[in-house]
């Protein structure tokens, strides 16, 4: 079992006493052996990638990051203008309510999570207590604290090809995006 220093859970409801272990809510095609990821866990990320989920949960969003394997072409290309550790891109639809949201930061224990592996992701098969709450506002400015450049475009659908450099691409909850089918 590994540890992380601090694992969170973001959401917009300020009132979780526990966090019960639950299948995820759209099952995903996972490698053999990975299967049991569909079933009832408490997920949680860590720090350097919790500006994740810096924005509203049905936000749709693309973040991306280099990678050691990260091209200097890919660099130039999507970072050249930018010292940013991380962009994030989301629909100008989404903007008013990221800038006027609140979220909820949850530091969990980290003794009974696994880490998977993937960017950031830890699980836990147990019940988990939370163990502080933190409300957060201006998440814009949270996002730039973190390191995180925001930008709003009309689509995500001209980013679907992102997916093929070599930057880490991640998308949650793309199929609230604006025509996406993929």
């Given at each position: 079992m590994n540890s992380a220093p601090f694992l969170y859970h973001f959401s917009?409801?300020?009132?979780?006493?526990l966090f019960v272990p639950r299948p995820v809510r759209v099952a995903a095609a996972r490698g053999a052996g990975?299967?049991?990821l569909n079933g009832p866990l408490v997920w949680a990320i860590d720090e350097w990638h919790s500006p994740m989920y810096l924005f509203p949960r049905e936000c749709p969003r693309i973040l991306l990051w280099p990678i050691e394997s990260t091209t200097q072409a890919d660099?130039?290309?999507?970072?050249?203008?930018t010292d940013a550790?991380?962009?994030?891109?989301?629909?100008e639809a989404w903007d008013l309510q990221l800038r006027s949201t609140e979220v909820y930061r949850y530091l969990l224990p980290a003794p009974t999570f696994v880490y998977l592996g993937e960017i950031g992701h830890w699980v836990s098969r147990e019940v988990v207590v939370p163990t502080r709450l933190d409300r957060l506002d201006d998440l814009t400015g949270r996002l730039a604290a973190a390191g995180v450049e925001l930008?709003?475009?009309?689509s995500l659908?001209?980013?679907s090809g992102v997916w093929e450099t070599t930057l880490h691409a991640?998308?949650?909850r793309l199929?609230?995006?604006l025509g996406w089918q993929q």
């Open positions: 917009e409801d300020p009132d979780i006493a990975r299967e049991w660099r130039e290309r999507w970072f050249e203008a550790r991380m962009i994030a891109y989301v629909e930008r709003v475009v009309p659908l001209p980013l991640s998308g949650i199929r609230n995006a």
